[in-house]
Nanobody, 116 residues
């Protein structure tokens, strides 16, 4: 089992920045891949960014160059730095952990609202 707790969401103006954090209940050394997804009202959940145990990253085209995913193994935490935010980035952001042979685990999500 892996419990995930997200934090860092909030209201930000267009062009602003936020940093999301996802704290895991156990060492992330044993988690093959961690990532961030988002879900806007009336839309399907979509991948934002992932990072593997080896540090390889993957981003949705819509966030490339603006968002950066990173992990701090010592703190069992994954971050999502979001810059140049636009209203289209408004969504609930969910942390995901994928453990080989165990499957996916999800956090409760944190709301990000981009509005003037």
């Amino acid at each position: 089992q892996v419990q995930l707790v997200e934090s860092g969401g909030g209201l930000v103006q267009p062009g602003g920045s936020l940093r999301l954090s996802c704290a895991a209940s156990r060492s992330i050394f044993s988690i093959n891949r961690m990532g961030w997804y988002r879900q806007a009202p009336g839309k399907q959940r979509e991948l934002v960014a992932t990072i593997t145990i080896g540090g390889s990253t993957n981003y949705a085209d819509s966030v490339k160059g603006r968002f950066t995913i990173s992990r701090d193994n010592a703190k069992n935490t994954v971050y999502l730095q979001m810059n140049s935010l636009s209203p289209e980035d408004t969504a609930v952001y969910l942390c995901n952990a994928y453990v080989l042979l165990r499957g996916d685990y999800w956090g409760q999500g944190t709301q990000v609202t981009v509005s003037s």
